[in-house]
């Protein structure tokens, strides 16, 4: 029933400190079209090697993260920046956010549009307002106030996208299935060589949605959340579920009770499951390194990096591993 | 299952002059919404009567004395919650509607979303037909003048937060007869807020959440501390460990304090009926029913009561 990956490090000896740095990122969890697997898994592992460079070189766990989503923002085989679906009046409306495991401090955006990097907008609102969260038109001010370019929205639309939205404005489409089939939402988290934790997530969305609709991904607990005092999590699949369960949060909260990272992810997706019928995937951190990738829809594109080994996978019980050197 | 209705009017610095109308809008909305329950309603129900009798009132920071942002607009947002089937609807950033929250209510059974936000939000708002009312109507002659007297202090983008500008948020928790739980909270937010700026209101774990397994809380304070630490979640979370809605909800608002430096009031009611309004700030107004009995306060420790007519 649940993505499972198991820990390449758990048959190998080690001190808890070489778990650090490490990061993990995924490419959205659903059911991914067959001619686009091979794209979504090469995007995941380019972009933790981006991130991983970032940690080795004594970046921090911030820097990594954001780092990692701006090149899956960019890369239009996901839904974020470029490559996001369509709402229903055919637009792009993208949501993003990020937090800092020391501070708790945080920055997202909702509904903003013309941007082709939203997780750094969601940046700035952290490191430069006393706000957590701005949306729409008042993100997009501030924007330019702070000199970041607006794009033309078809530089963010992809032929894909404009095709599945004309095919989900049939009488008989129904957008919420169909949402479970997109190679959907972008996240990461990171645990840095100081042990400070981090996650950002970004995403176009949900297909068709009602012009204004705010998923789980810029909303704090929901989308990630990311606490020196326990980990970080950034999730994907069916945003309303996992807003009604505000599932990074709670995911934290079993990892604050003991549990790994691993079984809190797993009784994080089980509860939104069971108690809602409702379908995703997550990726974890703990503060010591632990990681893991774990999915209850039917694919999650991911990709770990640590102690120079790439893992990476897309079904479940996949887990391949490849040196990063 | 005996009923509970626990309303708050915002957790901030209330001056002296704007008390006793604090406390009687409180008691007022507390009776209204308890009323609902006493017919047999159910807690959604209870919450959103409870909430609208806030928002109308212009002494409360949501619907009618809302606050202005920088440019002088009022840009509300609300969450409801539902504990039985966690069902939720919300919108942020929402221009000129008189009663957000139940808007929000409309989201929550008319749309397959959670949240709308700002021309999306009065966009749907439209379609159901709940038209916008103008700016002036919801705009007090005392937030006009507090508004001017502040305009042209922060024109950087980082601002200091003064609790004095926090004329904030109104909200409720109800138990019902049937065993349900539910929460609500609206706000116009921040005094001078950046256009667009979304608070913990809005957010679901952050300005409410409600669980029949756990319970129901309304926040409110100085909203990025409380988006940060997710108190409305975390006082739950407590709750599910065992704790009394008491502690959970003192030990989550010395955190809050504690770990990034912010004040805040909640109020809590438990599937079981037990009930807190629990502060940090100067003040909260706040006002409780149960069986026939009305419980209210304002300063620290107060808890003054009234029997009210059978």
């Known amino acids: 029933m649940f993505g499972f990956t198991r820990y390449y490090l758990s048959d190998t000896s080690c001190q808890m400190t070489d778990l650090l740095p490490v990061v993990v990122v995924h490419g959205g969890a659903g059911i991914i079209p067959k001619e686009r697997l091979q794209l979504s898994i090469s995007g995941v592992c380019a972009a933790v090697r981006t991130g991983y460079a970032i940690l080795k070189g004594g970046g921090s766990s911030m820097d990594a993260v954001v780092e990692t989503v701006i090149q899956l923002e960019n890369n239009p085989a996901f839904n974020a920046g470029c490559g996001s679906v369509l709402n229903v009046k055919g637009e ?51 924007a330019r106030s702070m000199g970041i370019e607006e794009v033309p929205q078809e530089s963010l639309i992809t032929e894909y996208s404009r095709m599945r939205w004309r095919k989900n404005l049939a009488p008989d489409a129904n957008p919420v299935e169909s949402q479970m089939g997109k190679a959907g939402t972008v996240g990461a988290v990171a645990v840095d060589l100081e042990g400070n934790v981090a996650c950002a997530t970004s995403t176009g969305g949900m297909l068709n949605k009602m012009e204004g609709r705010v998923g789980d991904t810029p909303i704090i607990g929901s989308g990630g959340y990311a606490d020196n005092q326990s980990g970080a999590v950034s999730t994907t699949g069916h945003g309303e579920t996992i807003m009604k369960i505000t599932l990074a949060r709670l995911i934290l909260f079993h990892m604050e009770q003991g549990r ?17 019928g409702g379908l995703g995937g997550v990726v974890t951190v703990d503060p010591q390194g632990h990681w893991a990738a774990r999915f209850s829809s039917k694919q999650m594109s991911w990709a770990a990096a ?20 | 299952m005996s009923a509970v209705l626990v309303v708050h009017g915002g957790a901030w610095a209330i001056p002296d002059e704007l008390a006793k ?32 009798a806030l928002e109308d009132n212009t002494v409360f920071d949501a619907g009618h004395g809302a606050v202005l942002n920088k440019d002088g607009e009022v840009e509300l947002d609300a969450i409801i919650m539902d504990g039985r089937t966690l069902a939720t609807g919300a919108v942020s ?8 929250v139940s808007l929000a ?34 705009v007090t002659e005392y937030e006009r003048r507090e508004w001017e007297k502040h305009k042209n202090y922060n024109t950087g983008v980082i601002e200091d937060f003064n609790t004095q500008w926090a004329h904030d948020t109104v909200g409720a928790v109800a138990l019902d007869s049937a065993g349900n739980v539910a929460c609500a909270t609206s706000t116009g937010g921040i005094r001078n807020k950046m256009v667009g700026r979304v608070g913990d209101s809005s957010i679901i774990g952050c300005g409410g959440y409600a669980d029949n397994f756990s319970g129901a809380v309304s926040c409110t304070g100085h909203g990025e501390s409380i988006l940060k630490v997710t108190l409305a979640r975390l ?55 149960e069986q026939d009995v009305l419980w209210y306060g304002l300063d620290p420790g107060e808890r003054l009561k009234e029997q009210l007519p059978q």
Not at chain 1, 261 to 271: H, I, R, W
Not at chain 1, 306 to 325: A, K, P, V, W
Not at chain 2, 93 to 100: L, M, Q
Not at chain 2, 109 to 135: C, D, R, W, Y
């Open chain 1, 260 to 276: 790994s990272v691993e079984d809190a992810s797993d009784l994080g997706l089980a509860c939104m499951q069971s108690r809602l």
């Open chain 2, 21 to 52: 109308a604090s406390v009687d809008g409180v008691k007022t909305a507390a009776c209204e919404g308890f009323s609902v329950l006493k017919r047999g309603g159910s807690a959604v129900d209870a919450v959103e009567v409870a909430v609208r």
């Open chain 1, 92 to 142: 792009v409306e993208m949501d993003a956010i990020v937090m800092d495991g020391k501070t708790l401090a945080s920055g997202a955006v909702s509904a903003v549009r013309n941007i082709a990097n939203p997780i750094q907008l969601a940046r700035l609102v952290m490191d430069k307002t006393s706000h957590a969260c701005l949306t729409a038109e008042g993100a997009n001010q501030f």
């Open chain 2, 93 to 100: 950033s929402v221009k000129n509607i008189a009663n957000p």
């Open chain 2, 235 to 289: 006082i739950l979370s407590k709750i599910e460990q065992g704790k009394s809605v008491t502690e959970a909800s003192q030990m989550s608002l010395q955190h809050m304090g504690d770990r990034v430096k912010g004040a805040g009031g909640a109020i809590v009611v438990s599937p079981s009926g037990h009930w807190a309004a629990t502060f940090t700030t100067e003040r909260m107004a706040w006002a409780a029913v």
């Open chain 2, 105 to 138: 209510r409309a989201v929550m059974e008319k749309t397959s979303h959670v949240m709308l936000t700002s021309q999306g939000a009065n966009l749907f708002a439209e379609s159901i037909g709940i038209s916008t009312v103008p700016t002036e109507t919801l």
């Open chain 1, 306 to 325: 640590q102690r120079d080994i790439m893992h990476y996978g897309l079904y479940t019980g996949e887990h391949f591993t490849q040196s990063i050197n």
